[in-house]
């Protein structure tokens, strides 16, 4: 990589709401930080880690605080910039939207001086310091400290139908859109067997009329707790060696129901009426341009390795949001931990020893 881009004191690389509430913290502490927000390709979205993350591809959020029930018009008109606000989806305005929501933390971030590039981070060298970064335009950046905010992203099977109705009863976050209205009173099915299944569906059961899961073995993959508390509950039934097929509707419905089939006989089928259908097969975190550069979990998740701080294993390098959470996992974390990363890296600035 050349030698020739400015220093920069902190790079954030994301841009969910752990890398703009980094980018605010960053910025009011007159770092000047520089946000790779990622690129706007058909591919990120398709894969589901577009520019602002998670959010951008969600509808209502109702457990943001600070963000309750009612018309934000004139708010979001007023906050958000002109060239920004295409961004900003037909919405029915009974609260904030995922990508509403995104759009005011960028813009706050931008409005104390952050800058940010539209690019993705294609390679990474931590090995020396400064720091060195090249996005997919190959610009060379340098930085004196590093926030990864990449975040994760949910794992779906593949199936076009999953596409098709996308936030339309489609979705991978119970705790998120389970108590919009379209779930409410009605059938739901969840894919999944691991503790994510469990709890998703437990929560589904106190607005939906009946939870449905579906697993693809005889057996499930969550703790014992978790598992018997889902079996004990009266609102749930499980569909065991069972695997989806389709999921049914039309364009103005959304999901209407769920097509099953037995993983040990194919041929016996069974399409279960539902007005949801939610994966639970887990998450992948967006950490390939990482490997073999930081220290990670099995699951590719980024290794905070002190406790209470978002420290990795390269100090100067902080890591916030998702990409090392696969527990938590919510808005108000990610930001959390986003602030607490631009926190440690303005502290360790300020007791850095390097001669730049
Ligand atoms: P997970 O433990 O990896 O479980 C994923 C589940 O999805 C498994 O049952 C797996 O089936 C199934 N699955 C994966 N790919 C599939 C496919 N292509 N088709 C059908 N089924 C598929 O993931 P998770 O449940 O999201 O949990 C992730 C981590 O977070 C775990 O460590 C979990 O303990 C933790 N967590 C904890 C809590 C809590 O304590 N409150 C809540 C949520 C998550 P197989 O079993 O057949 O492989």
């Known amino acids: 990589m050349s030698e020739e881009s400015t220093l920069e004191e902190v790079v954030i690389i994301g841009s969910g709401p752990a890398g703009w509430t980094a980018a605010i913290y960053a910025a009011r502490a007159g770092m000047k930080p520089l946000c790779i927000e990622g690129e706007n390709t058909q591919e990120n979205w398709d894969l589901g880690r577009p520019p602002q993350g998670q959010l951008a591809i969600t509808t209502e959020v109702e457990n943001f605080p600070g963000f309750p029930h009612g018309d934000l018009s004139e708010y979001l008109k007023s906050s958000i910039s002109e ?94 859109d389970g108590a919009l209205p379209r779930f409410r009173d009605n059938p739901v099915v969840v894919v999944g067997g691991g503790d994510s299944a469990m709890e998703e569906s437990d929560y589904l059961s106190k607005f939906a009329s009946k939870v449905y899961i579906v697993h693809r073995r005889e057996e499930f993959r969550a703790s014992k707790v978790m598992a018997q508390r889902a079996l004990d509950n009266p609102k749930i039934e499980v ?14 419905a959304g999901v209407q129901s769920v097509r099953i089939s037995s993983t040990e006989d194919e041929s016996q089928t069974e399409e279960l009426e539902a007005a949801g259908y939610f994966a639970a097969i887990g998450h992948t975190p967006n950490t390939e341009f990482l490997k073999g550069h930081l220290e990670m979990n099995e699951k590719g998740y980024l290794k905070w390795t002190v406790p209470f701080r978002t420290n990795t294993s390269v100090e100067g390098v902080f890591a916030a949001g998702d990409v090392a959470d696969d527990n938590y996992r919510q808005a108000v974390t990610a930001a959390g931990t986003g602030c607490m990363a631009a926190l440690d890296a303005e502290r360790f600035l300020g007791v850095d020893t390097h001669n730049w």
């Open 83 to 176: 060239d920004r606000q295409y961004m900003l989806s037909e919405h029915q305005k009974a609260g904030a939207s995922g990508p509403e929501l995104m759009e005011l933390m960028r813009q706050q971030a931008i409005n104390f001086g952050t800058r940010a590039i539209t690019e993705d981070v294609v390679e990474v060298d931590f090995s020396q310091r400064p720091f060195k970064m090249k996005t997919s335009s190959g610009q060379d950046i340098q930085s004196k400290t590093v926030i990864i905010a990449t975040g994760a992203r949910a794992n779906y099977l593949g199936l076009d139908s999953e596409k098709q109705f996308k936030n339309a009863g489609v979705s991978a976050c119970a705790v998120c």
């Open 239 to 252: 569909k065991w060696n069972s695997t989806i097929d389709e999921i049914l509707g039309s364009d103005e």
